[in-house]
């Protein structure tokens, strides 16, 4: 099993959708988790860390499930400016190394 | 706003060269990383150093690669013998110890 698996997409959504990613990991002992956003032939940037009861940051909410090892981002009211792909990233544990999933790509057309 | 620098930005090399790629991370930070890319795949863990010294290394860092910090600023990563699947962006990253990585804007490797 990977580490870090994401949804494959692409995702393409008309502006205004709400659109919901999934990631998953396998070492339970995993401590932190984040997305970020990396556009194209970019470096990845933060988009927002994921706590226990859930975040939420403007149109962006993510949840995680430590029972099911289970990272969502939802996206609300998708802009043109959203399109990007999107990495699931899991930190390890103490020694801070982080693991990125394959990344979901979306496109949100006008 | 404290960025994380990296030279060059891309390099162009024949397969068989050392090459040494160079990452200046945000002065405060104590973790370093290097991650790879290649074109249309994912960020691949590289090797994470801290405290003067490799802490993992992921099963792609073999013998062909090496990390140093020489100066206490720089932060290196040397290629020795590139081959033609080196050909990546390489990402250089640091932290302090909040979780949130930063990365610079990378070194494309182009191995002919």
């Known amino acids: 099993r990977k580490e870090v698996e994401q949804d494959p997409g692409p995702f393409n959504v008309p502006e205004g959708a709400t659109v919901a990613f999934n990631c998953t990991y396998s070492n339970s002992a995993s401590q932190s988790f984040f997305w970020y956003r990396q556009d194209c032939r970019k470096e990845p940037k933060l988009l927002m860390s994921v706590y226990s009861s859930g975040n939420e940051d403007g149109r962006f909410t993510a949840q995680l499930n430590r029972a099911s090892q289970y990272i969502s981002l939802l996206i609300r009211d998708s802009k043109l400016s959203d399109s990007a792909t999107y990495l699931c990233?899991?930190?390890?544990?103490?020694?801070?190394?982080?693991?990125f999933g394959a990344g979901t790509r979306l496109t949100v057309k006008p | 706003e404290p960025e994380v620098t990296q030279t060059p930005s891309h390099q162009v090399t024949q397969m068989g060269q050392e090459v040494i790629l160079r990452c200046v991370p945000i002065s405060n930070h104590l973790y370093f990383y290097w991650y790879r890319q290649i074109l249309g795949q994912k960020v691949e863990f590289l090797v994470s150093?801290?405290?003067?010294?490799?802490?993992?290394k992921s099963e792609i860092f073999d013998d062909q690669f090496s990390v140093e910090r020489p100066d206490g600023s720089n932060f290196t990563l040397k290629i020795r013998s590139t081959k033609l699947e080196d050909s990546a962006m390489y990402f250089c990253a640091s932290t302090v110890n909040t979780g949130e990585l930063f990365f610079g804007e990378g070194s494309r490797l182009t191995v002919l």
């Open positions: 150093f801290y405290n003067n010294e490799i802490s993992e």
């Open positions: 990233v899991v930190k390890k544990g103490l020694n801070n190394d982080m693991r």
